[in-house]
């Protein structure tokens, strides 16, 4: 079943290239609504992060029992997504964002560990995303007759000054919301902990960008963003559009960080560590800059194949010990050390550390924020770049590295084939990355082109430029080999030398004789010293959750009262009706 599906996926893949640039697909629904499909730069794009992503996880699948209904789902979603990219109007954008919702939901909630509360807060979360967005567009509809996006982008400007910001405030909800902002992420942390751990990686990695693709497509085709600095800036007396999203990306790109750090489960860690890196991107997207632009989507890139390389390789250590926490893990590197290196290049190009891919989308992402001059969304930025760090060494410490914490780990096995397959692919892709960052530039530049900015400088594979200087992939790839190649030669020497220590729980020289209780792990107490910080403890003592219990305790008394109103005697109705009535006399007499 497993092969028929990988098949599937590319048959799609290839159905899709031999178009060439050229899809185009029309079908009338009826005189004004037509279903339409048409290939863009940015459209294609994201299209192939979505279509690669779901057949290498398909892959990875092949070690697990799925079930025919799974993958049918699987597939649905697949092809959801693929309508929402490639729609050329908000009626089949919307289709496509509906059925991505509703296979989304039917297939998290086939997980053993997802619980009625988690499934609520996705669904009530993801109406709420729909709503905003159907709102938008009946606005949009009702002052350009059109849902067709080439004629909204046309039409615009003759749309009156309120209704435009209204527009702009439903779209940025509706997607903040797919995306995680922060406050808007309640259901994703408890979604991705508790979903199938391999679906987790699509949710983070692919469905996530949904909500990016819609803000590139609304602020950068359909407004522009000439129109959206004119537009806030009477708003907010001057104050630049991007500069606040900026603040609103970097907020949240630090608060999820210092939440990712104590975080025990490493699916609530990754969880946290992928709401704080769409913070990165989503502080660029505003700034409407052509390396903002393209450093917007070189970190779409890069955090796509890198969540999935991490989730992915968390599914397979999971998958083999059954356990899902720091404090049950630990030195597994002796016994999965191809998933440990697999892990390690994920999170150094996670870090924006050379010579990795991730380096090359820092390096668009911080000159951006040097070329607007923003300097205190460049300080944001790079001190929460400087706390991902912490996290990053939990997530390898915590798993690899850090003290077994029990006898069974010991035992354990390298993963499955099916599961390294992806992750080898993933990491070919950021180690090339690494070392020719010119080449994605060459994706980049068309999209830039129909956002009507201007193109990045492109000089080859191994280089990228900016105004403020450059640097040369290949050749740092090249240095950091060689150091690697003299490290490794020099461990070898020594391990020679070394003598192996045949059970690492016998720890009696330290005058010590641990019980089965003890935790031997440093992963265990890992980030409770930064409660000792009064800014970060503020962070972390602080929930959304305490606001959205409220709003549904409000919600309940409210329905409660307007329950009784309508089922209550007939007079209550009949003064209900004469009220209505009534202010619908009196604004039509205004």
């Given at each position: 079943?497993?092969?028929?599906f ?19 697909v029309s ?5 004004e609504?037509?279903?339409s ?32 209904n ?7 979603l ?8 490639l ?8 289709i496509?964002?509906e ?8 297939i ?5 560990s997802?619980d009625?509360?988690?499934?609520q ?12 967005l ?82 590139l ?37 630090i608060?999820a960080?210092f ?14 560590s992928s ?34 390389l991490?989730?992915?390789?968390v599914a ?30 994920g ?18 992402i911080?000159n ?12 944001g930025?790079l ?8 996290y ?26 099916s ?13 090339a990355?690494?070392?020719f ?16 900015l201007d193109?990045i ?5 191994g ?9 040369n ?5 090249s240095?950091?080999a ?13 391990k ?5 220590n ?5 720890i009696?020289?330290?005058?010590e ?26 962070i ?17 008394k409210?329905s ?10 007939i ?5 209900i009706?004469?009220?209505?009535f009534?202010a ?7």
């Open positions: 079943m497993n092969s028929i990988v098949l599937i996926n590319l048959l799609f893949i290839g159905f899709f290239y031999q178009f060439g640039g050229d899809l185009h079908v009338a629904l009826t005189k609504f037509t279903f499909l048409v290939q863009t730069p940015l459209g294609t794009f994201f299209a192939y992060l979505s279509l690669v992503s779901f057949l290498l996880v398909t892959i990875a699948q092949k070690s697990k029992e799925v079930s025919c799974y993958y049918v789902l699987q597939l649905i697949n092809v959801a997504m693929f309508v929402i990219v729609a050329g109007d908000f009626i089949t954008f919307f496509g964002w059925i991505m919702t509703w296979s989304s939901y039917f998290i909630s086939k997980s053993q997802i009625i509360k988690s499934l807060k996705y669904i009530l979360f993801s109406l709420a995303s729909a709503f905003s159907i709102a938008g567009m009946v606005i949009v509809y009702s002052f350009t007759n059109s849902f067709d996006f080439s004629v909204i982008s046309n039409s615009f400007g003759t749309i009156p000054f309120d209704m435009k910001v209204t527009i702009v405030v439903l779209f940025s909800l509706s997607f903040f919301t797919k995306a995680g902002v922060i406050g808007l992420h309640y259901w994703v942390v408890d979604t991705y902990s508790k979903a199938p751990d391999l679906f987790s990686s699509i949710l983070s990695a692919v469905m996530s960008k949904m909500g990016i693709y819609g803000l497509l609304v602020y950068g085709k359909l407004i522009g963003y000439d129109e959206l600095r004119d537009m806030f800036g009477a708003v907010l007396n001057g104050t630049d559009f991007g500069y606040v999203l900026a603040w609103i990306g970097v907020a949240t790109s608060i960080t939440k990712a750090i104590t975080q025990d489960e490493v699916k609530r860690l990754l969880a946290y709401i704080a890196q769409l913070g990165y991107i989503i502080a660029v997207i505003g700034l409407g800059t052509s390396f903002g632009v393209a450093g917007a989507l070189y970190h779409t890139l890069l955090h796509t194949v890198i969540k999935l991490l989730f992915i390789n397979a250590i999971v998958a083999q010990t059954g356990k899902n926490k720091f404090s049950e893990l630990g030195g597994l590197i002796y016994r999965t050390p191809v998933s440990f290196v697999m892990l390690l290049i999170i150094i190009a996670l870090a924006g550390m050379p010579p990795l891919a991730g380096f090359a989308s820092k390096f668009m911080y951006a924020a040097v070329d607007t001059k923003f300097a205190l969304i460049l300080v930025m001190f929460s770049g400087a706390a991902s760090f912490l990053c060494y939990k997530l390898v410490y915590g798993i690899y590295l850090g003290h077994p914490t029990s006898k069974e780990l010991e035992t354990q096995k390298e993963v499955p084939v599961y390294l397959v992806p992750q080898v692919i993933l990491s070919i892709i950021l180690v990355l690494g070392a960052p010119g080449a994605f530039i060459k994706v980049i530049n068309p999209i830039l082109k129909e956002f009507s193109t400088a492109y000089d080859s594979l280089i990228m430029n900016s105004a403020v200087g450059s640097f992939g290949l050749f740092v790839m240095g950091f060689t150091i690697f190649v003299v490290i490794l030669l020099l461990v070898l020497r020594l020679s030398k070394a003598k192996n045949l059970n690492r729980f016998d009696s020289y330290c005058g004789i641990p019980t089965e209780k003890t935790s031997l792990h440093y992963g265990y107490g890992f980030g409770t010293e930064l409660y000792r910080i009064k800014f970060v403890n503020a972390l003592k602080r929930s959304s959750s305490h606001f959205y219990e409220a709003l549904a305790i409000q919600t309940k409210t409660g009262l307007f329950s009784r109103m309508y089922y209550g005697n007079h209550n109705t009949m003064i009706i004469l009220l209505f009534s619908l006399f009196f604004i039509g007499v205004n």
